[in-house]
């Protein structure tokens, strides 16, 4: 057993192939000039292919890195589910992208893992799925420090439920009513946040909107500092200098997208679930 290294996840491959004591697989990657991808994988009998979707070319590389492994037993791992937001049909005609996802996918590989997929919606889509929780690993970066957690919404409550049981910490949420696809309103619900250092966590800080309306709210209520957690950075253009401009003194995340931030790793995670799940097979 190999470990293919996607392009969008060359660090997570590198510690998980460590974790699972296997060796990377030798991958060439490149552009055609017209935009076009060209893949080459080493062959082998089973491999595990790890690669985050946070791009349409990530999606097609993965299509590829498949294709070049031919008969191989094929372990996918995604640790960020890209296109998992569009989990329905929110307007008549819409495409329901993560089910398009989920089929392609699992018509190549025999099993998938992914970390923190947005929501239980997106998961039924797929068949051979295990998801891991992130969420432990964020609580204990935080473990011994005197913070409330705080959820953006009440769509993220349990998670950060469970960040917080780690870090022991308390916790509470914010009310979000959703104006746009680009814009926020944010209510308090039953906080106190004056004069305690705060750490907003989410699954997901794309944009930057809902932390930077977040951190206002948090502001305007006396909070003394605003930190924010995610686990998948996907941080969207200028989204970091956003936060920050917003007053947010630390950004941190798992290394399911690699950024500058990506300090907390869930390769040893990923590695467990996939041993686990191989002598189950
Ligand atoms: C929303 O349901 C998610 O949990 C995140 O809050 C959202 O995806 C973050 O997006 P953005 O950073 O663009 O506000």
């Not at 947005?118 to 005197?146: N, Q, T």
């Not at 951190?215 to 930190?227: M, W, Y």
């Amino acid at each position: 057993m190999k470990v293919v290294a996607g392009k969008s996840s060359p660090l997570l491959a590198k510690r998980i192939a460590e974790k699972l004591g296997c060796e990377l697989a030798k991958t060439t990657y490149k552009v055609f000039p017209d935009g076009e991808l060209y893949v080459r994988v080493e062959r082998v009998d089973e491999a595990v292919v790890v690669q985050s979707l946070n791009s349409n070319d990530d999606l097609v590389q993965l299509m590829l890195i498949f294709d070049a492994l031919g008969n191989a037993e094929i372990t996918a791992v995604v640790p960020y589910m890209g296109y998992a937001r569009q989990d329905r049909e929110f307007n008549e005609g819409e495409a329901v992208s993560v089910r398009a996802i989920a089929r392609t996918i699992e018509s190549y590989a025999d099993r998938v893992f992914t970390v923190n997929i947005h929501s239980e919606k997106a998961k039924s889509y797929f068949r051979k799925l295990v998801e891991v929780d992130a969420m432990p690993l964020i609580g204990e970066h935080y473990r011994g420090r005197d913070v409330v957690m705080i959820s953006p919404d009440l769509g993220s409550l349990k998670r950060v439920e469970t960040a917080s049981k780690h870090a022991g910490c308390e916790f509470d949420y914010l009310e979000k009513v959703r104006i746009s696809a680009e814009k926020v309103e944010i209510k308090p619900k039953s906080l106190n946040v004056k004069g305690r250092d705060v750490v907003i966590v989410d699954d997901i800080i794309s944009t930057g909107g809902t932390i930077v309306e977040a951190t206002k709210v948090l502001k305007s209520l006396g909070a003394k500092s605003v930190e924010c957690a995610c686990v998948h950075a996907v941080l969207a253009g200028d989204a970091l200098n956003k936060l920050f401009n917003a007053g947010v003194s630390k950004v941190i995340a798992t290394d399911t997208v690699e950024k500058s931030v990506s300090v907390v790793s869930v390769a040893e995670m990923l590695a467990k679930a996939i041993s686990e799940s191989r002598s189950s097979s």
